[in-house]
């Protein structure tokens, strides 16, 4: 057996009959959270170089991967072989210059040749207006925050009844980064104080004034 199948069946123990109480209470949103703070350390180790402590940190990303395709699993969506294998295609249907004819030399011309590729799939998901289609969907949180708002003025979208772009601009009139860092501190301090995830109930919020804008612009077509 591999040691890749040690661990499902690890994780499949946990939230089995008699298995971890913890773990068997999670849902795909309460692991967010984890999933953040694992990419995080695992970058951390990247940026110093920390090899050791770089293949822990995987393992530990490597946990989350195969904890989410276990719950899908349990509801009959999909499973961790399903996982691998949709993502070992698209690697080869994305890659023509390795695994067919069409050969390239340059690092240029194989991410032109991968964004054409990936404008000719069609995947599942709800209908995109094309508004916020540059952003990657999770960012961090504050990155996430920041990147849409920059979007909507610089397009000039509608945020009206949303966002108030006045207030956002006589508030950021007050600031400067050490004023920011302070009330940025104790929002998080207070979110933690109140058993609230500061991180969720931001992406949340992102989201939605992202859906927003996006709904108004359709309307309005």
Sequence with gaps: MSAIEDLRKTIARLRGPGGCPWDQEQTHASLTRCLIDECSELLDTIDRLDLPHMREELGDVLIQVIFHA?????????????????????????????FGENKLETSEQVLIQWEAIKATEKGPGPKKTGLFKELPPRLPALMFA????????????????????????????????????????????????????PEGALRLHASQVMRHVERAVEAKR
Excluded: M, S, Y
């Design 146 to 197: 920041e990147a849409i708002w920059k979007q909507i003025e610089k397009k000039a979208l509608p945020a009206d009844g949303i966002a108030d772009a006045k207030a956002i601009k006589e508030l950021g009139e007050e600031l400067d980064d050490a004023e920011l860092g302070r009330r940025l501190f104790e929002l998080a301090a207070a979110a933690r104080t109140k058993g609230l995830d």
């Design 70 to 98: 276990q719950l899908a699993e349990e509801a009959g969506q999909f499973d961790l072989e399903d996982v691998a294998r949709e993502v070992n295609e698209k690697l080869i249907r994305r890659h023509p210059h390795v």
